[in-house]
C-alpha cells in the first residue's frame, strides 16, 4: 500500500469578504452621491471603519437613505461583493435633523450558518466529512467528484450568507 492510497481531498466553505473591494464600493457610492442632483446639499456623508468594516452613513432624508442603500448594493455587486454581507441598521434622526444609519459588512459563516452546511452535506448521504472549524467548514472525502457535488449544492442553495471554496487540497 502506497502512502497515496489514503490522501484525502479537501475544501473550505468561508465567507470572506475582500476589503479593497469593500472600499472600492464605499468611493464609487460617496461619487455617485456627490454627482447626483437630487444629493446636492444635502450634507451626506459615508464613512468606512475598515477594522469593524462598518459604514456610518448621514443623511438628510429616508428618501436619500433608501437611494444610498440601492447605490451600495449596485456597486457591491458589480464589485463581486454579495448584497447578504450587508446588515442595514434602522435609520435615527440626530441633532441636526438629519437621518443617520450603520452597515455592517458581516464576514464569517456564523455557528447557525456553519451548521446548517454540515447538515446539508450529510443530508447528501455521500462519503466525505464535514467538519466545524472556527468560522469555516471543512469538508474532506477522497472522491473529487463528490466535493464537487458539494460545492454544486452550496452555490444553488439559498443560505442566510454568501459562500466561497477556499484551500482546495488535492
Do not use: C, W
Amino acid at each position: 500500500m502506497n502512502l497515496e492510497d489514503f490522501s484525502m481531498a479537501s475544501f473550505d466553505v468561508v465567507n470572506e469578504l475582500d476589503l479593497q473591494e469593500l472600499d472600492n464600493t464605499v468611493n464609487l457610492v460617496r461619487k455617485e452621491a456627490d454627482q447626483r442632483y437630487d444629493f446636492k446639499g444635502s450634507g451626506t456623508e459615508i464613512e468606512l471603519n475598515k477594522k469593524d468594516k462598518v459604514l456610518k452613513i448621514v443623511t438628510s432624508d429616508d428618501m436619500k437613505v433608501q437611494a444610498i442603500k440601492e447605490m451600495l448594493v449596485k456597486h457591491a455587486s458589480k464589485r463581486g461583493i454579495d448584497s447578504r454581507v450587508f446588515e442595514f441598521s434602522e435609520p435615527e434622526n440626530t441633532s441636526k435633523g438629519q437621518r443617520k444609519f450603520e452597515v455592517k459588512a458581516n464576514e464569517g459563516l456564523g455557528k447557525d450558518n456553519a451548521k446548517k452546511i454540515v447538515k446539508m452535506i450529510k443530508e447528501m448521504k455521500l462519503k466525505v466529512n464535514p467538519s466545524i472549524m472556527d468560522d469555516r467548514v471543512r469538508v474532506e472525502g477522497k472522491k473529487l467528484d463528490e466535493l464537487q457535488q458539494i460545492i454544486q449544492m452550496l452555490k444553488t442553495s439559498s443560505m442566510d450568507v454568501p459562500v466561497q471554496f477556499v484551500n482546495m487540497k488535492n
